[in-house]
């Protein structure tokens, strides 16, 4: 079966700290890979998603990027964090031509 | 992508049933309509898919008119448990791998 990790489940970063989040998915080969940011109280918000290692998409302009090393890696940097960067960060696969995603168990930001 | 409108939240009481209505006018020929549910400090959960007229499965039903410009998602006998946030998308299976997630609705169980 397929299982995707996150971690870390909790981070507290100071401003202008840099960042990085991973994923990992196990059990399913080139799938789609979605990072999405969800502040408080708030709908999901699509950063940046992949078709295939190396290709990223990003939906919203700003001073995260993220990255896929590797088929089932995906991981999600910021050289310098800002007070807006706090949220509950998720990752998310799913296979290529059908709809229905998995999420991760979500890393919680704070940026103090 | 077609754009989704769904109330902003909701309350029920345990034992009824829940419908909650999304709109969709803009919708495309190919495109399908799925729900997801999400509890508190977890990721969303993939929950019911469909194309037209009515797909239910274990958790759900899923009531899509001819015109395909609204669907409803209906819970029935909802619990405690239920209350979460239920988002509506819209997409094409095949071309378009970007799933756009909106504000969702949020419902309130109360017992």
């Known amino acids: 079966s397929q299982t995707i990790h996150q971690w870390p489940a909790t981070l507290v970063q100071p401003v202008g700290s840099p960042l990085s989040l991973e994923c990992t998915v196990e059990g399913t080969s080139n799938p789609n890979l979605y990072w999405y940011r969800q502040a408080a109280g708030r709908g999901l918000q699509l950063l940046f998603y992949s078709v295939g290692i190396g290709q990223i998409s990003s939906e919203v302009p700003q001073n995260l990027s993220a990255s896929r090393p590797q088929d089932r890696q995906f991981i999600l940097s910021s050289k310098k964090l800002l007070l807006s960067d706090s949220g509950f960060y998720l990752c998310?696969?799913?296979?290529?031509?059908?709809?229905?995603?998995?999420f991760g168990p979500g890393t919680r930001l704070t940026v103090t | 992508l077609a754009k989704t409108t769904q109330p902003i939240s909701m309350d029920s009481y345990e034992g009824q049933e829940v419908n909650i209505t999304c709109s969709h006018n803009?919708?495309?020929?190919?495109?399908?309509i799925t729900w997801y549910q999400q509890f508190p400090s977890q990721g969303p959960r993939f929950i019911i898919q469909?194309?037209?007229t009515k797909v239910t499965n274990e958790v759900a039903s899923l009531f899509i008119p001819a015109d395909r410009k609204s669907s409803t998602l209906s819970l029935p006998r909802v619990s405690l448990s239920d209350t979460a946030v239920y988002y509506c998308l819209v997409g094409d299976l095949p071309g378009n791998e970007k799933l756009t997630f909106g504000t969702g609705t949020r419902l309130t169980i109360i017992p």
């Open positions: 469909g194309y037209k």
């Open positions: 998310a696969w799913k296979t290529q031509g059908v709809h229905e995603q998995y």
């Open positions: 803009n919708i495309a020929t190919n495109d399908y």
